[in-house]
């Protein structure tokens, strides 16, 4: 634990020296990680003052995955924050490799149509925009609204099926080239395991993606099956409880995982 006096003197140095920016919602939780299912350590009122130390990738809010660290060293979502620009304003957290890093960018950039088929059938089907289970504004297949009334969407609400599933074959490969950016060179993965996962990351979000064991013991080479099997049920929670769609979901996400493959897909795609 450090000394007091070194805190202070950390907590005055970044007041004095770094850019504030105002809090733009009413009460703005800051949590221990960057998303919505870390714990709350403090709390924000509108229009205070805020100074961020470092900005990564986590839970989407309202389209906007970036979370900002505060001096007070908890996490914020950048979509309650008046940066005044739509991305990073300052140093990503712990560098800018990403975790792993490892990937030459030859992997598949587009899951398989049986990854595609899953995120679509546990996310559900919305033909026009409205707010989810957590009052976020989705339209879809999971897609998180940017702009008001889901402006950035190219296809004609309401959506069918059809477009849904275009928006979401359009959505998915951030996600998984997060996830690729998080992996090294000892990571082998089929394409039915990339899917897998590249769903669980559309669920939980990049950043606990790249803060997951999950990625630190593939990435120290062990068995992806093993990794898999024990890992992502532990992904069940939601607002602090048990979430039987999400147990379900992982279930889903490891019977695609562990479906044999011939097809590689990571890290060079075949």
Same mark, same amino acid.
């Given at each position: 634990m450090k000394l007091?006096?070194?805190?202070?003197?950390?907590a005055l140095s970044a007041t004095s020296f770094a850019k504030t920016y105002p809090v733009t919602g009413n009460t703005v939780n800051c949590r221990s990680g960057p998303g919505t299912s870390y714990a709350v350590k403090k709390s924000y009122k509108?229009?205070?003052n805020i100074s961020i130390s470092c900005q990564t990738s986590g839970t989407s809010v309202s389209g906007n995955n970036i979370w900002d $660290?505060?001096?007070?060293?908890?996490? !914020?979502?950048?979509?309650?924050? $008046?940066? %005044?620009?739509?991305?990073? !304003?300052?140093? $990503?957290?712990? %560098?800018?490799s990403g975790g792993g890093g490892?990937?030459?960018?030859?992997?598949? +950039?587009?899951?398989?149509?049986?990854g595609v088929n899953l995120v679509a059938q546990w996310e559900g089907f919305v033909a026009s925009p409205k707010p989810d289970p957590i009052g976020l504004p989705t339209v879809g297949y999971g897609h998180l609204c940017q702009k008001k009334g889901?402006?950035?969407?190219?296809? +004609?609400?309401?959506?069918?099926k059809t477009t849904a599933k275009q928006l979401l074959s359009d959505d998915l490969p951030k996600y998984t080239k997060c996830l690729a950016g998080y992996l090294n060179s000892k990571v082998k993965l089929n394409d039915?395991?990339?899917?897998?996962?590249?769903?669980?990351?559309?669920? !939980?979000?990049? %950043?606990?993606?790249?803060?997951?064991?999950?990625? +630190?013991?593939?990435?120290?080479?062990?068995s992806p099956n093993t990794v898999a099997g024990q890992e992502l049920p532990k992904w069940r929670m939601?607002?602090?409880r048990v979430m039987q769609?999400? !147990?379900?979901?992982?279930?889903?996400?490891?019977?695609?995982? $562990?479906?044999?493959?011939?097809k590689q897909a990571y890290p060079k795609c075949q």
């Open positions: 007091f006096s070194l805190a202070l003197f950390a509108k229009g205070q $660290k505060t001096s007070d060293g908890c996490y !914020v979502a950048d979509h309650y924050v $008046k940066t %005044g620009v739509n991305g990073y !304003v300052t140093t $990503k957290c712990g %560098g800018s490892g990937s030459s960018g030859s992997y598949c +950039k587009k899951i398989n149509t049986a889901c402006a950035e969407v190219k296809y +004609k609400f309401p959506l069918t039915n395991q990339l899917a897998a996962l590249t769903s669980w990351t559309f669920n !939980v979000g990049c %950043g606990n993606v790249k803060t997951s064991t999950l990625v +630190k013991r593939l990435n120290k080479g062990e939601a607002g602090g769609g999400l !147990v379900n979901r992982r279930k889903a996400e490891i019977k695609l995982f $562990k479906t044999a493959s011939s």
